[in-house]
């Protein structure tokens, strides 16, 4: 696509939307950023304070070399995904691997409308940098989309649209809809100010793994990729394009790549034995089978047997577990339309078909526990809102404790799953380890879980090691947090500290935590549990 600079003139007002008055008007330029235009210092303080403020510095600061990391890399030609990024240096696991700030952003919320004034306010530079990534195909409905805006973009901005053809407007949204990143800008304090979309050219390049080496975080609109384990040197930088990829069996990330990605993943993982969608083999007593992604043969890791997809006793089985899944939508369904004691008693009822239907290696556990936790906290909520009940009444807190331990749950599975995928537990540990008498893997009732329960539940999370040669897992250390906000409510501080201090170190230093949460959890290990500031949150 041609490079295109927009003339003056073709520029519109950032507060009032609308070109100079006269031909001879000139509009004038934000000091700071370079960024944002103005009829007068009128339009210019409306504007700041209402939207200007907290993108100012960030647009400032995107010009400054200092806020860019690309050392010890370098990017290759590959034959299958055209470009890749090595290691040319070994990187201690925690270690900054890459920085970067985007070269292009806007407002999401604004349309793409806001994308196409973005990119037209950049410097020649900057423009060959976004229209050198690369961009999967549009599909038919995102064709109609940015045709019909397009159109209108014409129409209110004549002058601006002339250095945009719509051929250029289809390559610029297909570049996004592959590699953009939405995060927040943050005031003072934490707080959110609005969410912003960004491309990051160099980030781009970075491949995805459903078993990465990196780690994605963007703050303040800069974006770091973080090494999650030693990355030695010539090994690809990888990193994952969607999130929850440790609770996900194969046929879930396949699906949400090839249809958000426009491709079939092939990284070993993918290739490997499907660890979390296990099912018992129909032709031996005690074994369990896992699907081959290179072959999608079953094999049983007890007699040995290899069984293709198209067996009727596995097709059974696989059957099963869809019709299983069936019924977590139904019941999530009920959820969001309001009907909750029905749902809840539904949940609890399928918890008791979980526990003698599932391996204790399925994904289909994690779906349950979650389930569990929004519907005990929905429950209350609506307790709470509609008859008037105290957090300390006790069938609320009864409730949160449940939610909190079904949290708890979820972060058991994944620290397993997670220790199969890095390699530290064999399949075939794992499936001795869940062969071996295991508490009960649904201990909820109708009425909620009792502080025992809750606190044999902190006690197994507390007794496991933490392995310094990984980073756990975001999603672990922010499910643990959320354990321990439902804990915190129900009025159980103690078993809330217990579970932060567990991981002290790897919690205070979570980027998928804004400031705000990471300040309260600080406040409330200094005052040993005595004092917190996390407030009722389902009221919120």
């Known amino acids: 696509p041609i490079i295109i600079i927009m003339d003056p003139a073709a520029r519109l007002c950032d507060e009032c939307r609308q070109p100079p008055h006269s031909p001879k008007e000139k509009l004038l330029c934000c000091s700071r950023c370079y960024q944002a235009w103005y009829h007068n210092a009128t339009c210019q303080k409306r504007h700041y304070h209402k939207h200007h403020q907290a993108i100012c510095q960030f647009r400032a600061n995107r010009q400054n070399p200092a806020l860019s990391l690309f050392e010890g890399l370098q990017v290759i030609p590959t034959p299958h995904v055209g470009r890749a990024v090595i290691a040319t240096q070994e990187f201690a696991a925690q270690a900054l691997v890459l920085i970067e700030p985007p070269a292009l952003f806007f407002n999401a919320r604004l349309g793409y409308l806001e994308l196409f004034d973005a990119f037209l306010r950049l410097s020649q530079k900057e423009q060959a940098q976004v229209l050198d990534m690369q961009g999967g195909p549009l599909d038919s409905r995102r064709q109609f989309l940015v045709q019909g805006e397009y159109q209108s973009f014409q129409h209110n901005r004549r002058l601006a649209a002339q250095y945009l053809t719509l051929e250029n407007a289809k390559h610029l949204l297909s570049i996004v809809n592959t590699n953009a990143h939405r995060f927040p800008l943050e005031e003072g304090g934490g707080t959110v100010r609005d969410h912003y979309t960004g491309l990051f050219p160099k980030a781009s390049l970075v491949e995805h793994s459903c078993h990465p080496n990196c780690s994605i975080v963007i703050r303040q609109g800069l974006l770091y990729y973080i090494a999650e384990r030693k990355i030695q040197p010539l090994e690809r930088i990888s990193i994952s394009y969607q999130g929850c990829i440790y609770e996900q069996p194969r046929h879930f990330r396949q699906a949400f790549l090839h249809e958000n990605k426009a491709f079939w993943c092939q990284c070993t ?99 349950t526990y979650q389930l569990v936790s929004q519907a005990a906290t929905s429950l209350a909520r609506m307790w709470m809102k509609q008859q008037g009940m105290p957090v300390t009444h006790p069938n609320v807190s009864s409730l949160l404790s449940m939610s909190g331990m079904a949290m708890l749950k979820r972060v058991l599975w994944l620290h397993r799953n997670t220790q199969i995928v890095q390699g530290d537990l064999s399949l075939e540990e794992a499936v001795v380890q869940s062969q071996m008498p295991q508490p009960d893997p649904y201990p909820f009732h109708v009425r909620g879980a009792t502080t025992e329960q809750v606190q044999s539940m902190v006690a197994m999370i507390c007794d496991q090691p933490v392995d310094d040669q990984h980073v756990l897992v975001d999603q672990y250390i922010v499910e643990t947090f959320q354990a321990g906000q439902d804990l915190i409510l129900a009025g159980q501080e103690e078993l809330a500290l217990a579970l932060f201090l567990r991981i002290e170190h790897q919690l205070t230093n979570c980027p998928r935590l804004s400031r705000r949460d990471l300040k309260k959890v600080q406040e409330f290990m200094d005052s040993k549990g005595q004092h917190h500031s996390f407030g009722n949150f389902l009221l919120d």
């Not at 089985?317 to 299983?324: C, G, I, S, T």
């Open 269 to 367: 993982r993918c290739l490997s034995w499907d660890e979390c969608n296990p099912i018992a083999c129909p032709y031996c007593t005690d074994g369990i089978m896992f699907q081959s992604g290179a072959t999608l043969k079953w094999s049983c890791l007890s007699c040995q047997l290899v069984c293709p997809e198209t067996d009727d006793k596995i097709r059974d089985q696989l059957a099963e577990l869809a019709a299983y899944a069936a019924q977590l939508e139904s019941v999530r369904g009920r959820l969001q339309q309001g009907d909750l004691p029905r749902a809840w008693m539904a949940c609890v009822e399928l918890t008791e078909t979980a526990a003698v239907t599932l391996s204790p290696l399925s994904y289909l556990h994690m779906m």
